[in-house]
């Protein structure tokens, strides 16, 4: 019995020490943002990031949340459910699909049969850690490479 405070006392004592240690946020840079294939159903693509974690315990990603904007104006918008543990001090590369319906993709393709070739994607990752969600927003911004509007299917963004 007379042990039983002593364990509260080390359990109490390891728990507080647990939120003395801050959190750093993740940080995320975009690789690559590519188009697959195009089609009367709309554009299909992946996006690619490396998220680092810089905390020294791994930190769940549940999701991002993304929009992609050509010649300014906004294109798409999409959301991603994930279930990807980021390790402790390391980094994971992160690819899931991107997809624009038909309706959008002709919006898009009009943007760039006017000449637009300049996008951005922001992105809101969602971690869900210890002490509660925690989100990291990133934005990246480039010029389409190669091709016509035409030859979407084999753009990379």
Known sequence: MRSLPLVAACLSLSAC????????????????????????SGVTGEL????MNPNGFGVPLSGIDWQLSIGGQRAVTGK??????????GVAP???????????????????AGGARGYQISAQLHFSTQV?????????????????????SHLSL
Not at 48 to 51: A, C, K, N, P, Y
Not at 80 to 89: D, N, R
Not at 132 to 152: M, N, R, Y
């Open 132 to 152: 509660g969600q925690l989100d990291v927003a990133i934005e990246h911004a480039g010029t389409l490479g190669g091709g016509s509007p035409i030859g979407l």
């Open 48 to 51: 690619r990031l490396d998220v």
């Open 94 to 112: 992160i690819t899931t699909s991107l997809t624009i319906d038909a309706r959008d993709a002709i919006a898009v393709a009009a943007s760039l």
């Open 17 to 40: 020490s647990l939120f003395m240690h801050s959190i750093e946020k993740p940080k995320a840079e975009v690789r690559d943002v590519s188009v697959s294939s195009a089609g009367f």
């Open 80 to 89: 991603v459910e994930l279930q990807q543990t980021i390790p402790a001090k």
